[in-house]
């Protein structure tokens, strides 16, 4: 749950699970989150890129054991989808993503 005050002062709560934190746009409003198909669609693209990068660039790297590897590739792509892709490919998708964000959870 995410935790806002809105205009009265008064909290609000807005419940989000799964993928939805990854899809919020700055709005000072909450609005509904974006249809499923679309997050999964946003999240292959932003996920199947970052993937390849990241795997080009451990080929470079010293031979790592799979575990680690593999870790450090979890990491990696966790990392970079949660605070650096994701919230721009949001912004660069939000038209299609919540073509009518007017429409506010509660009040």
Do not use: H
Request: aromatic letters at 10%.
């Amino acid at each position: 749950m995410d935790y806002r005050w809105d205009e009265c002062d008064e909290p609000c709560w807005q419940t989000r699970t799964g993928l939805e934190p990854w899809f919020t746009l700055s709005t000072q409003q909450a609005i509904a989150p974006p249809l499923r198909y679309k997050m999964l669609v946003i999240t292959c693209l932003a996920g199947f890129s970052t993937i390849n990068a990241i795997n080009g660039v451990m080929e470079v790297l010293p031979p790592l054991p799979p575990l680690l590897r593999t870790l450090v590739a979890t990491l990696t792509l966790l990392s970079l989808m949660t605070d650096i892709i994701m919230p721009r490919m949001t912004k660069l998708f939000a038209g299609w993503l919540c073509p009518k964000s007017k429409y506010p959870l509660g009040n």
